[in-house]
């Protein structure tokens, strides 16, 4: 099938684990997805050597950026640090889903894993589309603010996220990293284990064991429950209630005095 990279080449993807449908014969197109995405300047090499740290049954495929950056490559253009260009990012989003819609089953959970500003990138897919996703992990990195993507109330209700810091990470600019905790844990309706450890803006290895559990607690849930049962779109249906709609709650008060009104959160234990 031809691929729209909306400019780009076409992707380059390191490979580890699946699930193959017998013995000799390629991989199950269901088995699940691990999507890992490299940090700026570097390859998807640095993350697929994860994979083997990480839990045995998904499929891991490492995308590498699109763009030339230094030594290596990165997903977007900036204007300033961490913060990328609402173009440039909807650019590298359309290029990473026109691939991604090549990867087997349309309906296979897929889990997100982003580092440094492939975190960014990973955070900007969930905020455009949170119904495709079955989890995402933001490993020293943060959420695009001011960057076209949906940043609001709500957004992430039931989609689980893993969110890791460190605590002398000085990459990320001054405030950032508290307005991404803020975000997530205070407004996005995501349930969000956040995990702040010693070191700088470098992959520890306590960082990837409490990925590893929280990817593997993401995997129990998936094979005993299937997905979360979000249905596609913003409009979500619930046949089981009044009208097929969640009841409106206020919240509190926006900085214009106005409460926030917000659907009813169902909360999803994994």
Known sequence: MAQDTGGFGPPVVARWGGQPLGPGEPENPSTPLVV?????GSTQDSMVRLAPNLPFGPAYAAV????DEG???????ER????PTAESLAAAMEWFTSWLDTEGDPERPVILVGFSAGSLLAAGLLLARPERWAGGALLHGAVPFDAGVPVTRGRLIGIPMFLDHAADDDVLPAGLRPRTEEYLVGH?????HVRTGPGGH???QDSVEAL?????ERLAFLGAEGENPLPDGADQHWP????????????PALPDGKPAVLPVALAYDA
């Open 64 to 67: 590498r950026g699109p763009i």
């Open 36 to 40: 890992l995405l490299h940090g700026r």
């Open 80 to 83: 300033e640090r961490a913060q």
């Open 212 to 216: 590893s559990r929280w990817i593997g």
């Open 202 to 204: 470098d992959l520890a």
């Open 240 to 251: 089981t209630l009044p009208g097929g709609a969640l009841p409106l709650v206020e919240g």
């Open 188 to 192: 996005s309706g995501a349930p969000v």
């Open 71 to 77: 030594d290596g490559f990165t997903w977007y253009l």
